[in-house]
């Protein structure tokens, strides 16, 4: 053999040496580690699935124990609500009590008759004023068509014209809307 080619046999010999230690680690790693027999394997997936549930169950836990505080909290709330919500709409009438008690006070040594019924109209539209900023509306009655749903006819009477027949001639009381909700019906007089 040429020197030339013996160098080459060397180094291709070398070279396959190389290769083979450095696939030698890689087959002892392969053969250290062993395949799972099915038990260990079955195992193994129990183990994640129960860790898996814990998981789940403690969300749910803490998720229900939140809903179970917000629950709790809106019942108080809304038991807050009902017994202190006609809080604002009685500090609102209060003034017109003010108005009421000093006419009262002024009617013990009045003489004048037509200034105690003007103040006491004064008094009743305020009262209405307030009323109407609280939602509450007075339901219009007189010369209206009857209508079922705002008005309650108690008494019927010949009309005295064609035009207010089936119209409303007198209210016998007056009825309120709340927030467009009607909480009294207007007792009414229909002409025939």
Request: glycine share 4%; with cysteine; hydrophobic share 35%.
């Given at each position: 053999?040429?020197?030339?080619?013996?160098?080459?046999?060397e180094e291709e010999l070398n070279v396959e040496e190389t290769q083979n230690t450095a696939d030698q680690p890689q087959n002892e790693q392969?053969?250290?580690?062993?395949?799972?027999?099915?038990?260990?394997?079955?195992?193994?997936?129990?183990?994640?699935?129960?860790?898996?549930?814990?998981?789940?169950?403690?969300?749910?836990?803490?998720?229900?124990?939140?809903?179970?505080?917000?629950?709790?909290?809106?019942?108080?709330?809304?038991?807050?609500?009902?017994?202190?919500?006609?809080?604002?709409?009685?500090?609102?009438?209060?003034?017109?009590?003010?108005?009421?008690?000093?006419?009262?006070?002024?009617?013990?040594?009045?003489?004048d008759v037509n200034a105690v019924k003007e103040g006491v109209e004064l008094i009743y539209n305020k009262f209405i004023a307030v009323l109407?900023?609280?939602?509450?509306?007075?339901?219009?009655?007189?010369?209206?068509?009857?209508?079922?749903?705002?008005?309650?006819?108690?008494?019927?009477?010949?009309?005295?014209?064609?035009?207010?027949?089936?119209?409303?001639?007198?209210?016998?009381?007056?009825?309120?809307?709340?927030?467009?909700?009607?909480?009294?019906?207007?007792?009414?007089?229909?002409?025939?």
């Open positions: 053999m040429d020197p030339k080619e013996k160098k080459v046999k392969a053969e250290d580690v062993t395949p799972l027999t099915p038990e260990e394997k079955l195992e193994k997936e129990l183990d994640e699935a129960n860790a898996t549930i814990e998981e789940q169950k403690d969300k749910y836990l803490r998720l229900s124990a939140e809903f179970d505080n917000y629950r709790k909290r809106t019942i108080k709330e809304k038991a807050e609500l009902i017994l202190n919500g006609s809080e604002k709409s009685i500090s609102s009438i209060l003034p017109v009590i003010d108005d009421f008690e000093r006419a009262i006070k002024t009617m013990e040594t009045a003489k109407g900023q609280n939602g509450v509306k007075v339901i219009e009655t007189i010369n209206q068509p009857l209508d079922t749903d705002y008005h309650e006819a108690i008494a019927v009477i010949p009309a005295p014209t064609k035009e207010q027949k089936g119209k409303i001639l007198d209210c016998v009381q007056t009825g309120y809307t709340l927030n467009d909700k009607v909480i009294r019906h207007a007792k009414v007089v229909v002409g025939e």
